[in-house]
């Protein structure tokens, strides 16, 4: 099959007429064309989706079209350097990532809001409640919010649970992002060395007055030369 057929195909299997599926978990098996994915249009009405072993190094289109998405599941997208637009998507109450073994840096990008582009004001990730984060093992920085953006637009107004859990190379949280998101309830970190070191209470002095806003907060580590894991709240 030539590279044609490969995109005539992908016109073929029609799944945007199959509005009855809320359901999906795309597995990408072998090397698919990034023009290939693009013209992959997915159903429109998707609840659920989970993209597996997407080899790409850019995310398809079509991912920040969905109207209706309520839950998110990025899965071993090794080779993307970023994240899209996810902060668009009106309904999206869930997003895990997991093993994106490529990501250095997340930023404005991620929220929706473009770099050095006027834009309404308006709220991003509107309905987000938990975002999920594990073995990127790459990722450096999440860049903060800037004063300007906190000023311009609603961002993460509903998030309850942050969870970063084997991300060993991140160093520093979203403090302005943090404050900003009030109904954060929930901060769960473990295995993420440079988070430990800046925010334990108990290996201070360090930043965790920057953190201590958050009512259900834990910082877990295991430590390889102690055999035990210390937790923000006791040793066990």
């Known amino acids: 099959m030539d590279e044609d057929d490969d995109l005539v195909e992908a016109e073929k299997a029609e799944l945007t007429n199959k509005i009855h599926i809320l359901e999906l978990n795309l597995f990408i098996l072998g090397n698919v064309r990034m023009d290939v994915m693009d013209v992959l249009q997915l159903p429109p009405n998707l609840h659920t989706l989970q993209l597996d072993y997407y080899k790409c190094n850019r995310f398809p289109k079509w991912i920040t079209s969905f109207n209706y998405l309520r839950e998110l599941s990025i899965r071993k997208c090794r080779n993307c350097s970023s994240l899209p637009l996810l902060g668009i998507l009106p309904m999206l109450e869930e997003l895990s990532v997991y093993h994106m073994e490529n990501l250095e840096w997340v930023g404005n990008e991620f929220l929706g809001i473009k770099e050095n582009v006027d834009e309404p004001s308006s709220s991003k990730f509107p309905m987000l409640k938990k975002l999920c984060f594990d ?17 311009s637009f609603s961002v993460m107004p509903n998030l309850c649970r942050l969870q970063i859990t084997n991300c060993g190379r991140l160093k520093s949280l979203p403090h302005r992002l943090l404050r900003l998101t009030s109904s954060l309830q929930t901060l769960y970190i473990e295995e993420c060395q440079f988070l430990t070191l800046r925010y334990k209470k108990s290996w201070g002095p360090n930043d965790n007055h920057l953190i201590s ?24």
């Open 135 to 151: 073995h990127c093992n790459k990722w450096e920085e999440w860049k903060d919010i800037s004063e300007e953006v906190k000023n």
């Open 213 to 236: 806003h958050i009512p259900d907060l834990s910082i877990v580590f295991e430590s390889k030369y102690y055999g035990y894991y210390d937790h923000m709240y006791g040793y066990y």
